[in-house]
């Protein structure tokens, strides 16, 4: 069993909706991440968050450290926000990150 | 943007051939990383650094080495490439424990 899962891993929705997509993970953590990759492009820190709840525009990232649950909310979705969006977690110290698969948003017009 | 280069951005090389892949940063970040990045699996991490000359082992770091002389450089070495290494490579780094990483644009490495 994966560490950290992502749910859906594919996501299509008409421009305005409100998205949700689900992480959740089976570690201990220091902190959790959502990136954002759009289609051969590079990769970008969304959000760090070990507790609580952050916003940033129209993107809200929200975590339960007892559940082990975390979700990327985007309110009034464009098709700009297409891309691969990716959960992962860091475990403290030097060490690196580990990630879920991604979940792939396509919005419609 | 956070200062980081991937060097090259693109490679096709042959089975066996040596192949060394270059992560250079300016904002002068203590840690540094090499993911690998394929369908399938997502990201793994490879390699990481936590100062010159101190590294460590990741998730899938056989057939890789790296090495760190210097702050701002960090390679990645396939001693004998196999075709299993194609994949698209990312560089990362990061300041403080409490800080996201930053990545690189990716190398896009091909092994025939």
């Known amino acids: 069993k994966n560490e950290v899962e992502q749910s859906p891993q594919n996501l299509t929705a008409q421009e305005g909706e409100f998205i949700t997509i689900n992480c959740s993970y089976s570690?201990?953590?220091?902190?959790l991440h959502w990136l954002q990759q759009h289609p051969g492009g590079g990769i970008v820190s969304l959000f760090m968050?070990?507790?609580g709840k952050k916003k940033h525009g129209r993107l809200i990232a929200t975590i339960n450290i007892q559940e082990k649950h975390s979700s990327l909310h985007i309110t009034a979705s464009h098709p700009r926000d297409s891309a691969v969006y990716i959960c992962?977690?860091?475990?403290?110290?030097?060490?690196?990150?580990?990630f879920g698969k991604g979940t792939h948003l396509i919005i419609q017009p | 943007d956070a200062g980081i280069t991937q060097s090259p951005r693109h490679k096709v090389t042959e089975t066996g051939t040596p192949v060394t892949l270059r992560c250079h940063q300016t904002?002068?970040?203590?840690?540094m990383y090499w993911y690998r990045q394929d369908p399938g699996h997502g990201l793994r991490l490879i390699h990481y650094?936590?100062?010159?000359?101190?590294?460590d082992k990741g998730e899938v770091s056989d057939g890789y080495s790296v090495s760190r002389s210097k702050t701002e450089d960090f390679l990645l070495t396939l001693e004998s490439a196999t075709s299993s290494q194609t994949s698209v490579y990312f560089c990362?780094?990061?300041?403080?424990?409490?800080?996201?990483?930053?990545f690189g644009d990716g190398t896009r490495l091909s092994i025939l």
């Open positions: 990362a780094i990061r300041g403080q424990a409490d800080q996201p990483q930053h």
């Open positions: 570690v201990g953590i220091s902190a």
């Open positions: 968050l070990s507790s």
């Open positions: 992962a977690v860091s475990r403290g110290g030097a060490d690196g990150l580990t």
């Open positions: 904002e002068n970040h203590r840690y």
């Open positions: 650094s936590y100062g010159v000359k101190d590294t």
